[in-house]
Each structure stands twice: as structure tokens, then as C-alpha cells.
């Protein structure tokens, strides 16, 4: 029931956000969307849809195992200043800790459209939603993925200067069901997985001292409210400090580090290193 309800505040939070911002559009607000410039960030999903070809890196150790991704975390094209589809292809390399074989291969890819009715150029401030679905591309043998989930999403930015703040919030609900659990004593009843549900908020601060260098720091929250994921109903925070350059125009490379500040978390670190070129 808490998570059905949790939901249902998030659905209609993203309605509401987005009811409140159509009659912008109509006021020709869009026509000056391309003023509306937002520095890139790690894990907070931009408010604004760009049309961009980024490459990401991450290294991450836990308890059970060291992880690598590489991959097209977007590959995204906008044919107008407020919509946009992006497409995610990742590549994942597990090396457990134990006598388990080190697997590879690529994860579940995604797939999602942006649109930000309201975007204000003299306050550069925009919002914007969406929905992104993920594919079950990955082994779900093999723990690189399986799953198939929708999840819808609202985000928003404001620039103050130099200064800038960024939010996203996701509710994923998965539509597939896991493989059945076998059980391991003779004559029990085999487990039929529960389907996942999860709550992800990200927040951003940005700060660009000189021109094409930012210092970021984001606050990175997962909370699974359905499932049988062992960290259910704990809330996960992570820190991501890090930095962005701009080595030319269109280009822009940052790193940072996400770091656990709750005793519940799937990793010890993960190193973030993304390159992004815009068009």
C-alpha cells in the first residue's frame, strides 16, 4: 500500500508539473529555447533536450565484486528545442570476488523522450518530463540486466550566473518478472520474483568559477520500494563531487566519484568519467 501510494504522488506530481507548464508553450516561449543553456552533470537527468553523442566510463568496487561500463550512455537528437529521444547502449564487465568467472557484455538498453514545455531564457530556468523504457537486452543469467521497466520522470534546472541547480525525479516500475528462484531444499515450493519498483531523485550543484570549468557536486538518492532487492525500502544517498572542462567548443569531458553516505548502498566508489559532444 506505501508503495502503491508512492507512486501514485509521483505520477500525479509529474502531471501537475507538466499541466502547469503547457500554457508557456502557447505564449511562444519556445522560440527562444535555444537560450536556455545548463552545464552537463553525472547522474541528474537534464531538464533540457540536447542533440549530443556521449561516452561514458565507470569503475565501481562492493563487497562481492569490482564492475566496469562502458558504452553510448546518450544518443540523443532533439529535432526541436523542446523534444527529445535518447538512446543508451551500455556495456558492463562483472569481476566477483569469489571463484565465479569474470562475465561481459552489454546491459539493458533504454530508451527516452524528453519534452520541457517551459523553458525561460531570461531566468534560465526550464522543466521538462518524460518517460524512459528499458529493454531486457542484458543476461539476466549472467547479472548484466533482464529487465524490462518504464519509468516516467520529471526534471527541471536554474541558472543563477555562474551558479546552477538541476533536479530529476523517477518512479520505474518493472513489467517483466525475474526467473523463478529455485528453491534449495527438496519439496519446497520454487519463489516466483516480485516486481521491482524504485524511487531515484538527483540534485546538482554547479559552479563555473572560470569559462569551460565547472565544479560539480551531486546528491544521488535510489530507493526500492517493491522487489526482492536486499536493500529494499532503505534509502541509498551517494555524493558526487567532481569537475567539468570544455578542452573545445562542443565538447565536454568531466569525472567525479560517487561516494555512499548511508550504510545502505550497492557500492564502496564508483569513478564516473563522461565525454559529451554537442551539435
Do not use: C, H
Not at 562502458?70 to 526541436?80: D, E, I, K, M, R
Not at 531486457?136 to 518504464?150: D, Y
Amino acid at each position: 500500500m506505501v508503495s502503491r501510494m508512492k507512486g501514485i504522488a509521483v505520477v500525479g506530481l509529474i502531471i501537475m508539473g507538466l499541466s502547469a507548464a503547457l500554457p508557456a508553450l502557447a505564449r511562444g516561449e519556445e522560440e527562444k529555447a535555444e537560450e536556455v543553456s545548463l552545464p552537463s552533470t553525472f547522474v541528474t537527468e537534464g531538464a533540457t533536450p540536447a542533440t549530443e553523442v556521449e561516452g561514458t566510463f565507470t569503475m565501481s568496487k562492493s563487497r562481492t565484486e569490482r564492475a566496469y561500463g562502458f558504452g553510448f550512455s546518450s544518443l540523443q537528437y532533439a529535432p526541436v528545442p523542446s523534444f527529445g529521444v535518447k538512446l543508451a547502449i551500455p556495456f558492463a564487465v562483472r569481476d566477483p570476488r569469489d571463484t565465479e568467472p569474470t562475465v561481459a557484455g552489454f546491459g539493458d538498453v533504454s530508451l527516452m523522450a524528453k519534452y520541457a514545455p517551459l523553458m525561460l531564457p531570461k531566468q534560465q530556468f526550464a522543466l521538462g518530463g518524460g518517460l524512459k523504457l528499458t529493454f531486457p537486452t542484458g543476461s539476466e543469467r549472467r547479472e548484466l540486466g533482464g529487465t524490462f521497466a518504464i519509468a516516467p520522470f520529471l526534471a527541471a534546472g536554474k541558472g543563477f550566473g555562474p551558479f546552477s541547480l538541476q533536479a530529476d525525479l523517477f518512479y520505474s516500475w518493472q513489467l517483466n518478472r525475474g526467473a523463478t528462484i529455485r528453491a534449495e531444499e527438496e519439496g519446497a515450493e520454487s519463489i516466483r520474483p516480485e516486481k521491482e519498483q524504485g524511487v531515484t531523485g538527483n540534485l546538482t550543484a554547479t559552479y563555473s568559477p572560470v569559462e569551460r570549468l565547472g565544479v560539480i557536486l551531486e546528491l544521488n538518492s535510489v530507493t526500492v520500494v517493491k522487489g526482492e532487492d536486499p536493500l529494499k525500502e532503505r534509502v541509498q544517498l551517494y555524493l558526487t563531487p567532481g569537475v567539468s572542462v570544455e578542452p573545445a567548443k562542443g565538447w565536454n569531458l568531466r569525472g567525479g566519484i560517487q561516494l555512499p553516505v548511508t550504510s545502505a548502498k550497492e557500492f564502496d566508489y564508483n569513478l564516473i568519467i563522461i565525454l559529451t559532444k554537442g551539435f
